[in-house]
């Protein structure tokens, strides 16, 4: 059904990279199609209760109302975005085929900005009782914990932003953490060990992860004494960081050992034309100011990459 148009630009994935580059790649006039496999553009941010350092947003702004801002500001030159998930990417030619789910789309050009999905911790439990009182999305869920004792597992700026915004439902939160020291920003740690009802299990892991129809209890062991306990909880946050959702690039593209897709100074890949943006290509720092900076340099670098392929 797809494969008669040719696309200037196909942008995989509507976080804040992919909508950056719509934006750009639209104003500069080509012919873009956005493909997002959730049913709203936004990636991971659209759960980020509050954003506070993002520039030009003094007091902080939700992240699905910025997300929001995005899109409609991205539609407004055009941005033409489409449902669905991509399989697989081709072509190191001219020509390159995204295969998705409901047929192949043909483009000279791909940003690939598909970002990262939450990692899972892997014990026994685990996958039985997700949505059954074990979540990757406090601000999806937070609702669901109200007044009840929940443990939070992780220490990044993903686990004290979302501390800090469960301690509004929750009767007590426990940080189940695997080291002493916190990873998350100077200024998240500050706020989450003044609140009273948060409280801190340091060089602790969870074992496994009970409960019969929903999360009843959790083995933790501290790592440091070999001591194991069973807590009685009714519900499990876990933010123990993220894995690059690339998949669907291997073979394709080069990447590194743990799946992050590689690129040059202008964002393209290890084949020409292309190129990827955001939390799914490997770099230093994983922001939302970031992957717009990401956004638009793929995109500048994709039209320059087009200009060259014109006779
Ligand atoms: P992260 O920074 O990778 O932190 C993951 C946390 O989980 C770390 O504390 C880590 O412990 C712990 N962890 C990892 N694997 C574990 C395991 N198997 N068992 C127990 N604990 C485990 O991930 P993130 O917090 O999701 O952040 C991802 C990126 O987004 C970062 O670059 C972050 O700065 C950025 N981000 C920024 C903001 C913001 O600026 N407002 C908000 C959210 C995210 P260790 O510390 O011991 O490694």
């Not at 990262?116 to 685990?126: H, I």
């Not at 929940?150 to 007590?172: P, S, Y």
């Not at 060089?203 to 306990?229: F, H, P, Q, R, S």
């Not at 009685?232 to 799946?259: C, E, H, M, W």
């Amino acid at each position: 059904m797809n494969d008669q148009e040719v696309y200037d630009l196909i942008i995989i994935g509507g976080g804040p990279a992919g909508l950056t580059a719509g934006l750009y790649a639209t104003r500069a006039k080509l012919k873009t199609l956005l493909l997002e496999k959730l049913p709203l553009p936004g990636g991971q941010t659209i759960n980020a209760w509050m954003i506070e350092n993002y520039p030009g947003f003094p007091g902080g702004i939700s992240g699905q109302e910025l997300m929001q801002k995005m899109e409609s500001q991205a539609r407004e030159f055009g941005l033409v975005i489409a449902a669905g998930d991509v399989k697989g990417v081709t072509g190191n030619g001219g020509m390159k085929r995204v295969v998705h789910e409901e047929g192949d789309y043909w483009c000279r050009s791909i940003i690939v900005s598909t970002g990262a999905t939450p990692n899972r911790l892997g014990v026994k439990g685990e996958e039985r009782l997700i949505g059954k009182g074990i979540s990757f999305c406090g601000t999806c869920d937070g609702f669901f914990f109200k007044d009840k004792d929940v443990i939070l597992v992780g220490g990044g700026d993903t686990a004290m932003e979302e501390a800090l915004f469960l301690t509004r439902f929750v009767r007590h939160l426990s940080v189940v953490h695997r080291r002493d020291t916190l990873r998350a920003a100077k200024v998240l740690q500050e706020r989450a060990f003044q609140n009273p009802k948060i409280e801190f299990l340091w060089d602790t892991v969870v074992e496994e992860i009970g409960g019969e129809k929903t999360v009843e209890k959790a083995l933790l062991k501290n790592l440091k004494t070999g001591e194991i306990v069973e807590k009685n909880i009714d519900g499990i946050l876990i933010f123990v960081g993220t894995k690059p959702s690339s998949d669907f690039a291997q073979g394709a593209v080069d990447l590194d050992p743990r799946g992050y897709i590689l690129t040059d100074e202008n964002l393209e890949t290890s084949v020409p034309g292309i190129f990827a943006a955001g939390d799914v290509r490997k770099k230093l720092l994983r922001q939302i100011s970031t992957a717009v900076g990401d956004g638009a340099t793929a995109a500048y670098a994709a039209e320059k990459y087009l200009e060259k392929l014109k006779p």
